[in-house]
């Protein structure tokens, strides 16, 4: 999967709605140093947040929603499983760049 620079909340849900089906990991800073990593599957995309099936402890699952504009801060971070790339650049990290 190919890293991709965002500036907008519509290319982050553009690139998601193609990658439905898909495995991802995740990874969400949850505030006061609190960060939680884990692997799952793109189920839906809705306007203002998509929907990821994680894989929980003993063979279980549920739904974690996040929202894209946490993905354009970088308090939400996509990765591809196999490689570890980040699939998306954060807002954040092109404004340190340029």
């Known amino acids: 999967m190919e890293e991709l620079e965002v500036n907008h909340v519509e290319d982050i849900h553009e690139k998601l709605t193609s990658m439905i089906g898909q495995r991802v990991k995740v990874r969400a800073n949850m505030g006061r140093t609190r960060v939680v990593e884990r692997m799952g599957t793109i189920k839906t995309v809705h306007p203002a947040v998509f929907i990821v099936e994680v894989d929980e402890r003993r063979g279980r699952k549920s739904r974690q929603s996040y929202q894209y ?6 308090t939400v971070e996509l990765f591809d499983p196999e ?12 404004l340190e760049e340029h």
Request: glycine share 16%; aromatic share 6%; hydrophobic share 35%.
């Open 83 to 94: 490689s570890g790339e980040h699939l998306f650049t954060p807002l954040g990290n092109q």
């Open 69 to 74: 504009v946490d993905v354009l801060t970088g």
